[in-house]
């Protein structure tokens, strides 16, 4: 009893001296929660305490802690997932004498701390929560008691006020400062600041916003927004406005264009924000006005620029026409819509007769003149519908989607034939024309564009063969239909069933003829044709458009055999060939970068060959491919180096690691001088524009070593290897290496 009594005496004296020293530490917020906490703790002999203040009213926010409590100090978590919601909801202090098992207790804030029985309290101003005190204990012998909650039931009175007041303090001064900082903000900002009053009049203005529309402070308060903004933009900002000085919002953005005192226009980039009075009502609208002016004139001149790329990219820049691209896209289009319809089109292939008796009589100039007027006659005798291409030449290509029968096709052709048979003036001289046209059908001859076209292309031909002036496609006209639509059906289904296969020709260093990457060449394993090799398959696949899936499927079997063998230790980098087609797929990048990550192979490993002439056929399109596949990080080499007609200029802008020398330049250097020279330039460019150089074809000892002098980096051909399928390359390589590299050389 006596101890009990000490023991009371010296809380009640804590509890004086803690009245006394909150008092002293006037309004500092911080050196009253700490008092706050520290005091807590001793009063009640717990192990730890912390003073936690609610943020917006779902977040608490530990400002104070001692003891135990410390190492949650300035943490900031969900009121829903603490103890504090339950006292908060009770509207006084809890006691939890056993927090491990206690639902209420946030288990991961307990570890931290290790508490085993815990008070919380929750802290008031008027009738508002502020926040919590808490108090904890470690001990489990030594609990927090019933009378210990009594006891801070009593001080939270006291604990409030003290947290209450000095957290108005600083939260009143908080405001002076930020009130001069808002001013100094305000007059230097070097973005326009305005405050609007409820009619959409100036009350203030900063200088930015004077000299950004030509109107000084008094002048704009004469004057509504609605009077200076554009009127296009008008409707949603004078929306926005009545909703914030509504109370409805309290923030808004938009983009808007502004008439400064002179005409000019500017756009500009707006923050607004409500500002309420001492009741809290609203009152104003601070704006921030930024001028975005040449931001959008370099977005309007990009997105030009970015259209005019288009457009290059899709039509004939000689007519204006759509090129084959576009022409191929429009039929894939006009087909889906016909099978919703279950409707029909018209692909139409033509060319001109005796053009090429124009352009060597009367000039390639001349012959330009006559393809421009033919594409404008050829546009004014089809519906709008209808599309007109220049696929190239004097060939043009026509789809009519949706023809009514034989009938109205026949019309249109004989429009076409009085548009071309009027004379045409080129030179002071009328020419005449006549073409040849050639017309396949939807669904009845062909499901996709390329056929169509490739079946059309027939029909011109069965026409100019038969001087008609067009042929509708005949399939018994078409010797090699059958046989290719057998082998397409083969093909897919050869995919399906993976008995495509890959062989590999290795490629060595001549300097010390060390092989560090393969070539994979694709094989056909067939079940009744046995192995068949790409000359007898990859024509058709390009023709029909089956070479992306077919080119994805080596992409994928290369990467494959490529993560084989680094796990295996074998570091062997393989190389790819890519046709037009996947050159013109502005897809195949990011599927590339796919099946990099699907097999977890380094980029470095893999090189796709492309030949001169696919670069040629839109070089624009072609470069934007060749940029994304370069960004990945894989090497980009060109294949037949010399058998096309690239330019150096256009060359160098290529992100191209490697050239190949076509091996029929390396196969006569034995017996033809002038090829040597070929060869020789070649490497010397290559050296020149810091690109390694491949030889090709390479099948003797005299020729190895003579590239080898002429400073060659890398050969391939049959001296080192045939193609060979991986499990005998890898069986090549050991031997090989046995025996030394260079001495294998």
Same mark, same amino acid.
């Given at each position: 009893?006596?101890?009990?009594n000490?023991?009371s005496?010296?809380?009640?004296?804590?509890i004086?001296e803690?009245?006394?020293d &909150?008092?002293?530490? !006037?309004?500092d917020?911080?050196?009253v929660?700490?008092?706050?906490?520290?005091?807590?703790?001793?009063?009640?002999g717990?192990?730890?305490?912390?003073?936690?203040l609610?943020e917006?009213?779902?977040?608490?926010h530990?400002?104070?802690?001692? @003891?135990?409590?410390?190492?949650?100090f300035?943490?900031?978590?969900?009121?829903?997932g603490? *103890?504090?919601?339950y006292?908060?909801?009770?509207?006084?202090?809890?006691l939890?004498?056993?927090?491990?098992?206690?639902?209420?207790?946030?288990?991961?804030?307990r570890?931290?701390?290790?508490?085993?029985?815990?008070?919380?309290?929750?802290?008031?101003?008027g009738a508002? *929560?502020i @926040?919590?005190l #808490?108090?904890?204990?470690?001990?489990?012998?030594?609990?927090?008691?019933?009378?210990d909650?009594?006891?801070?039931?009593?001080?939270?009175?006291? /604990?409030?006020?003290?947290?209450s007041?000095?957290?108005?303090f600083?939260?009143?001064r908080?405001?002076?400062?930020?009130?001069a900082?808002?001013?100094?903000?305000f007059?230097?900002?070097?973005?326009? &600041?305005l405050r609007?009053g409820?009619d959409g009049?100036?009350?203030?203005a #900063?200088?930015a916003?004077?000299e950004m529309l030509g109107?000084?402070?008094?002048?704009l308060?004469?004057?509504t927004?609605?009077?200076?903004?554009?009127q296009?933009?008008?409707?949603?900002a004078?929306?926005?406005?009545?909703d914030l000085?509504g109370?409805?919002r309290?923030?808004?953005?938009?983009?808007?264009r502004?008439?400064?005192r002179? $005409?000019?226009?500017?756009w500009?980039?707006?923050?607004?924000?409500?500002?309420?009075?001492?009741?809290?009502q609203?009152?104003?609208?601070?704006?921030?006005?930024?001028?975005?002016?040449?931001?959008?004139?370099?977005?309007e001149?990009?997105?030009?620029?970015?259209?005019l790329?288009e457009?290059q990219?899709?039509?004939?820049?000689?007519?204006g /026409?759509?090129n084959?691209l576009?022409?191929?896209?429009?039929?894939?289009?006009?087909?889906?819509?016909?099978?919703r319809?279950?409707s029909?089109?018209?692909?139409?292939?033509?060319d001109l007769n005796?053009f090429?008796?124009v352009?060597?009589?009367?000039?390639?100039?001349? !012959?330009?003149?006559?393809?421009?007027e033919?594409?404008s006659?050829?546009s004014?005798?089809?519906?709008?519908?209808?599309?007109?291409?220049?696929?190239?030449?004097?060939?043009? $290509?026509?789809?009519?989607?949706e023809?009514?029968g034989?009938d109205?096709?026949l019309?249109?052709?004989?429009r076409i034939r009085?548009? %071309?048979?009027r004379?045409?003036?080129?030179?002071?001289?009328?020419l005449?024309?006549?073409?040849?046209?050639?017309?396949?059908?939807?669904?009845?001859?062909?499901? #996709?564009?390329?056929?169509?076209i490739?079946?059309?292309?027939?029909?011109?031909?069965?026409?100019?063969?038969?001087?008609?002036?067009?042929?509708f496609?005949?399939?018994n006209?078409?010797d090699?239909?059958?046989?290719r639509l057998?082998?397409?059906?083969e093909?897919?289904?050869?995919?399906?069933?993976?008995?495509l296969?890959l062989?590999?020709q290795?490629?060595?260093v001549?300097?010390?003829?060390?092989?560090?990457?393969?070539?994979?060449? %694709?094989?056909?394993?067939?079940p009744?044709?046995g192995?068949?090799?790409?000359?007898?398959?990859?024509?058709?696949?390009?023709?029909?458009?089956?070479?992306?899936p077919?080119? %994805?499927?080596?992409?994928?079997?290369? %990467?494959?055999q490529?993560r084989?063998?680094?796990?295996?230790?074998?570091?062997?980098?393989?190389?790819?060939?890519l046709?037009?087609?996947?050159l013109?797929d502005? +897809?195949?990048?990011?599927?590339?970068?796919?099946l990099?990550?699907?097999w977890?192979?380094?980029?470095?490993? =893999?090189? /796709?060959?492309?030949t001169?002439?696919?670069?040629?056929?839109?070089?624009?399109r072609?470069?934007h491919?060749?940029?994304?596949?370069?960004?990945?990080?894989?090497?980009?080499?060109?294949?037949?180096?010399?058998t096309?007609?690239s330019? /150096?200029?256009?060359?160098?802008? =290529?992100p191209?690691?490697? &050239?190949?020398?076509?091996r029929?330049?390396?196969?006569s250097?034995?017996? +033809?001088?002038?090829d040597?020279a070929?060869?020789?330039?070649?490497?010397?460019? @290559?050296?020149?524009?810091?690109?390694?150089v491949v030889?090709? !074809?390479?099948?003797?000892?005299?020729?190895?070593?003579?590239?080898?002098?002429?400073?060659?980096?890398?050969?391939?051909?049959?001296?080192?290897s045939?193609?060979?399928?991986?499990?005998k390359?890898?069986?090549?390589?050991?031997?090989?290496?046995?025996?030394g590299?260079?001495?294998?050389?």
């Amino acid at each position: 009893m006596p101890g009990d009594n000490r023991h009371s005496a010296e809380r009640l004296s804590l509890i004086v001296e803690t009245q006394r020293d &909150i008092a002293g530490a !006037g309004h500092d917020l911080a050196t009253v929660m700490q008092l706050v906490a520290e005091r807590s703790q001793a009063i009640t002999g717990a192990d730890g305490a912390m003073v936690n203040l609610l943020e917006g009213g779902d977040t608490l926010h530990t400002r104070a802690a001692t @003891g135990i409590a410390a190492t949650a100090f300035d943490a900031k978590r969900p009121l829903s997932g603490s *103890v504090a919601k339950y006292a908060i909801g009770d509207g006084q202090p809890i006691l939890i004498e056993d927090t491990p098992s206690d639902p209420r207790i946030n288990q991961e804030l307990r570890a931290k701390v290790g508490d085993r029985s815990l008070i919380c309290v929750p802290l008031f101003r008027g009738a508002e *929560v502020i @926040g919590t005190l #808490n108090v904890m204990k470690k001990s489990e012998e030594e609990r927090l008691t019933e009378n210990d909650r009594r006891t801070l039931e009593m001080l939270s009175m006291m /604990l409030s006020a003290a947290v209450s007041h000095a957290a108005e303090f600083e939260a009143r001064r908080g405001q002076a400062e930020a009130f001069a900082r808002f001013r100094t903000l305000f007059e230097g900002a070097s973005i326009g &600041i305005l405050r609007l009053g409820p009619d959409g009049r100036a009350v203030e203005a #900063n200088p930015a916003l004077e000299e950004m529309l030509g109107y000084t402070t008094s002048e704009l308060a004469d004057k509504t927004f609605r009077e200076y903004m554009h009127q296009e933009d008008l409707e949603r900002a004078e929306v926005l406005f009545r909703d914030l000085l509504g109370g409805r919002r309290d923030s808004f953005q938009l983009e808007a264009r502004y008439s400064r005192r002179d $005409g000019a226009l500017v756009w500009a980039h707006v923050r607004a924000a409500l500002e309420r009075d001492g009741d809290g009502q609203p009152a104003f609208a601070v704006t921030m006005i930024e001028d975005i002016t040449a931001r959008k004139r370099a977005e309007e001149e990009l997105r030009r620029q970015s259209e005019l790329n288009e457009h290059q990219a899709l039509h004939d820049p000689l007519t204006g /026409l759509p090129n084959r691209l576009l022409f191929g896209e429009r039929i894939e289009h006009a087909i889906t819509h016909a099978e919703r319809r279950s409707s029909r089109l018209a692909v139409l292939m033509m060319d001109l007769n005796r053009f090429k008796e124009v352009n060597d009589s009367l000039g390639h100039q001349a !012959g330009d003149e006559l393809l421009r007027e033919v594409g404008s006659r050829l546009s004014a005798a089809l519906r709008g519908s209808d599309t007109v291409a220049r696929l190239g030449g004097d060939e043009f $290509g026509l789809l009519l989607p949706e023809p009514s029968g034989a009938d109205d096709l026949l019309a249109v052709i004989e429009r076409i034939r009085e548009s %071309l048979e009027r004379p045409i003036v080129v030179q002071d001289l009328p020419l005449a024309m006549e073409a040849s046209i050639g017309i396949a059908i939807y669904p009845d001859d062909g499901h #996709n564009a390329d056929l169509l076209i490739q079946r059309a292309d027939v029909a011109m031909y069965a026409a100019k063969q038969e001087s008609a002036p067009f042929c509708f496609y005949d399939p018994n006209a078409d010797d090699y239909d059958p046989a290719r639509l057998t082998l397409v059906a083969e093909l897919r289904r050869a995919m399906e069933e993976r008995e495509l296969v890959l062989w590999y020709q290795p490629k060595a260093v001549l300097e010390n003829g060390e092989v560090r990457s393969v070539e994979a060449l %694709l094989r056909w394993q067939h079940p009744h044709q046995g192995m068949l090799y790409p000359d007898s398959f990859i024509p058709v696949a390009q023709e029909t458009g089956l070479i992306r899936p077919l080119t %994805l499927y080596v992409v994928d079997e290369a %990467l494959r055999q490529c993560r084989e063998w680094r796990d295996e230790g074998l570091d062997l980098s393989v190389s790819v060939n890519l046709s037009m087609r996947n050159l013109l797929d502005l +897809e195949f990048p990011g599927q590339v970068a796919g099946l990099l990550r699907q097999w977890e192979v380094d980029a470095r490993l =893999l090189e /796709l060959e492309i030949t001169e002439s696919t670069m040629l056929a839109n070089p624009s399109r072609t470069k934007h491919v060749l940029d994304e596949l370069h960004a990945l990080g894989l090497r980009l080499s060109i294949d037949d180096f010399g058998t096309g007609y690239s330019s /150096l200029a256009y060359l160098r802008r =290529l992100p191209i690691d490697e &050239i190949k020398i076509d091996r029929s330049f390396v196969m006569s250097m034995a017996d +033809e001088a002038d090829d040597v020279a070929i060869v020789r330039s070649t490497i010397d460019l @290559g050296r020149n524009l810091g690109l390694d150089v491949v030889a090709e !074809g390479v099948e003797t000892r005299e020729i190895w070593d003579q590239l080898r002098e002429l400073g060659c980096n890398v050969a391939q051909g049959y001296y080192l290897s045939r193609p060979v399928p991986a499990v005998k390359l890898q069986e090549w390589l050991e031997k090989r290496r046995g025996a030394g590299d260079e001495a294998a050389a």
